[in-house]
């Protein structure tokens, strides 16, 4: 029997039995982890209520032998809140639809219990804290978050200089497949020719430069956040389900 600890961001529940959870968490040094968390849904449970999506908690883990991660999920004993982002998160539906697109990704990318994945951890906790924050639209907060997503798992995609020879841009053709922005050269087949405006969005959300995110044009910005989609949906394989639901 070992006990383990770390802090992680709660990304869903299921129920279990009449008063249990599964409670999947993303952790900072253990990557994805499921856990049980006993009697968290008897209405006298203070402990069930820091447990819920958007929530940032130390967590403390019972489990069987010398490892975290073994043939039985651990127990979920202990839990103090770092950051309740849901707060602020749940009672908008733009930020909450946002949020749970963030959270069914970051699932998505740790597809593999106990690996750590600490960029994927910190990227998560800052889209969520910003979000919470209402500093920013969203939408851009949650394109900035997929596209940063794609890059710490080996994806970035190219808004300038051509994805596939390095040609210096600006360039005009945009093919999912290649991994951005083409030149005419290398234009594959079912490439598109997206305005300048959206390119120039992505690469400053893919940057950090709020400055010039925050001043594009809403019609860039829904252009620009089809481009994200379907580049996510094509290294994913498959589409994100919560991502229909939020308002382009």
Not at 33 to 52: H, I, M, P, Y
Not at 110 to 138: F, K
Not at 199 to 212: K, Y
Request: net charge neutral; aromatic share 8%.
């Amino acid at each position: 029997m070992s006990l383990f600890r770390d802090d992680g961001i709660v990304l869903r529940t299921q129920k279990l039995g009449e008063a249990d959870r599964i409670i999947t968490l993303l952790t900072r040094r253990n990557g994805r982890v499921r856990a049980v968390a006993r009697g968290v849904r008897r209405t006298k449970s203070k402990f069930g209520a820091r447990l819920e999506p958007f929530s940032h908690v130390d967590v403390q883990f019972f489990a069987r032998g010398g490892e975290l991660i073994g043939r039985g999920l651990p127990l979920c004993t202990q839990g103090e809140t770092i950051a309740p982002y849901g707060g602020a998160i749940v009672t908008d539906y733009e930020r909450y639809t946002a949020g749970t697109a963030m959270l069914e990704t970051a699932e998505r990318f740790t597809d593999h219990e106990g690996e750590p994945a600490v960029q994927q951890y910190l990227l998560l906790v800052g889209a969520l804290r910003t979000l919470a924050a209402g500093e920013h639209d969203p939408r851009l907060v949650l394109d900035a978050f997929l596209l940063r997503s794609l890059a710490v798992n080996g994806y970035a995609p190219s808004f300038d200089d051509c994805a596939r020879c390095g040609m210096p841009g600006p360039n005009r053709f945009f093919s999912v497949g290649a991994g951005g922005v083409v030149c005419g050269d290398c234009r594959v087949p079912g490439s598109v020719v997206p305005s300048r405006e959206a390119l120039e969005l992505l690469g400053a959300l893919l940057g950090g430069d709020w400055e010039t995110a925050d001043a594009c044009a809403p019609r860039h910005c829904r252009e620009g956040s089809g481009l994200v989609a379907a580049y996510l949906q094509w290294h994913l394989e498959r589409g994100l389900r919560s991502l229909r639901f939020v308002e382009r």
